[in-house]
């Protein structure tokens, strides 16, 4: 019997306000716009200077620390996650934010930042066919 070897494993941090749905709901388009600009180029730089390299399939975990106001909902930080996974597509990790290039989306519940600063932690794992 043979050990396969672990799936390889990237973790990135980024930094960045987060905003919830809701918080989108009640915002002119143009800010929504702005927010994910900044979470996108930054995501996009991040993964580049942690050197995630390009991956035929992945799964990602995204662990959201928020440091004001009552904790969200688990997957109420999915806005700004979706703009971090397009800043890892714009720097050529996946080629494409589908099903075929990303088997799973896991949201954990938020939780308080220690140092009263916003951040996602995303786990980026190879998935093999």
């Known amino acids: 019997m043979t050990d396969s070897p672990a799936p390889r494993q990237w973790t990135i941090t980024c930094p960045g306000r987060l905003w919830t749905h809701n918080a989108e709901r009640n915002r002119h ?5 702005a927010m994910v600009a900044d979470w996108r180029r930054d995501a996009f730089w991040i993964a580049m200077a942690a050197r995630v390299p390009h991956l035929e399939r992945c799964a990602l975990t995204f662990d959201i620390l928020q440091a004001r106001g009552r904790l969200a909902d ?5 806005p700004p996650a979706k703009a971090l996974l397009d800043g890892l597509v714009d720097a050529g990790v996946i080629d494409d934010d589908s099903g075929r290039q990303v088997a799973t989306i896991t949201f954990r519940a938020p939780h308080r930042s ?9 786990t980026i794992s190879e998935v093999t066919p």
């Open 29 to 33: 388009w143009a800010w929504r716009a």
């Open 74 to 78: 688990t997957g109420a930080h999915e």
């Open 114 to 122: 220690p140092d009263a600063i916003d951040r996602i932690i995303v």
